[in-house]
């Protein structure tokens, strides 16, 4: 029974040894998969901050023409309405001098009516006197 014993003894060793390689290798493997996973994490990670940071930097770029572009359209209104204002302005000033024009043509009608009148008077007055100077 000695043999048996030892035999069984024996076996019970080689399998402990085998199921200790076993766990070893499984261990082993599973230490393995996981530094591959957290590298591939990593490199995840990695890629994701990149786009992350690059994809923040365009919506930025384009923050920044969309607050360009406002400034320019802001800017074209109020040089627009500058422009309209002084438009008005000029419309303004014509009107003025077309009024102080007409003023003007008036009352140069009116004293050439005036002077035209006086001439008239005088050429009378004139003719008066000649006729009773030469009966």
Same mark, same amino acid.
């Given at each position: 029974? =000695?043999? @048996?014993?030892? /035999?069984?003894?024996?076996?019970?060793?080689? =399998?402990?040894?085998?199921?200790?390689?076993?766990? =070893?290798?499984?261990?082993?493997?599973?230490?393995?998969? @996981?530094?591959? /996973?957290?590298?591939?994490?990593?490199?995840?990670?990695?890629?994701?901050?990149?786009?992350?940071?690059?994809?923040?930097?365009?919506?930025?770029?384009? +923050?920044?023409?969309?607050? %360009?572009?406002?400034? +320019?359209?802001?800017?074209?209104? @109020?040089?627009?309405?500058?422009?309209?204002? %002084?438009? *008005?302005?000029?419309?303004?000033?014509?009107?003025?001098?077309? @009024?102080?024009? %007409?003023?003007?043509?008036?009352?140069?009608?009116?004293?050439?009516? *005036?002077?035209?009148? /006086? $001439?008239? =008077?005088?050429?009378?007055?004139?003719?008066?006197? $000649?006729?009773?100077?030469?009966?």
């Amino acid at each position: 029974m =000695n043999i @048996r014993i030892e /035999e069984a003894e024996k076996a019970r060793a080689q =399998n402990e040894k085998l199921r200790q390689e076993l766990e =070893n290798s499984y261990m082993e493997k599973l230490q393995k998969l @996981r530094d591959r /996973e957290r590298e591939a994490l990593e490199k995840l990670k990695a890629q994701a901050q990149l786009l992350e940071q690059g994809s923040q930097a365009q919506t930025e770029k384009f +923050l920044k023409e969309i607050e %360009n572009q406002k400034f +320019l359209t802001a800017e074209k209104e @109020r040089l627009l309405e500058l422009e309209k204002e %002084n438009l *008005q302005a000029e419309r303004d000033r014509v009107k003025r001098l077309e @009024r102080e024009l %007409n003023k003007k043509i008036e009352a140069i009608e009116e004293e050439r009516e *005036q002077i035209r009148r /006086e $001439l008239e =008077n005088t050429r009378r007055a004139y003719s008066s006197s $000649l006729k009773l100077v030469i009966p």
